[in-house]
């Protein structure tokens, strides 16, 4: 019941801009801990940035200065500002949120997006 989808990703320059957003619908109770991984060809999933329910972030040292993970939680919804991107930014970019799920309201469910395409030519 619970959803994640993610939009904004594309083809840009380097030192360009992306914004990417990730919506989290259907029967939440409450949505914690989010998150925005990505997974280049050939390499592990590692974490971008994170965000707490409270606003705390925390960000990958390949990203610092660079990109602003924040959300809105009276729209349930994530970002991530991508500003003077490299090639090396490009991946498929995944939203991962901690849910508690109106019909489990004792566990916290962890959900990912369906990943999104970021690509940045040189």
């Known amino acids: 019941q619970v959803q994640l989808v993610e939009s904004g990703g594309g083809l840009v320059q380097a030192g360009g801009s992306l914004r990417l957003s990730c919506v989290a619908s259907?029967?939440?109770?409450?949505?914690?801990?989010m998150a925005w991984y990505r997974q280049a060809p050939g390499t592990q999933r590692e974490l971008v940035a994170g965000v707490t329910a409270t606003g705390s972030t925390n960000y990958a040292d390949s990203v610092k200065g660079r990109f602003t993970i924040s959300r809105d939680n009276a729209k349930n919804t994530m970002y991530l500002q991508m500003n003077s991107l490299k090639p090396e930014d490009t991946a498929v970019y995944y939203c991962?949120?901690?849910?508690?799920?109106?019909?489990?309201?004792?566990?916290?469910?962890?959900?990912w997006g369906q990943g999104i395409q970021v690509t940045v030519s040189s």
């Open positions: 259907g029967s939440i109770f409450r949505l914690n801990a």
């Open positions: 991962n949120a901690r849910i508690v799920a109106l019909t489990k309201l004792f566990d916290e469910g962890n959900y």
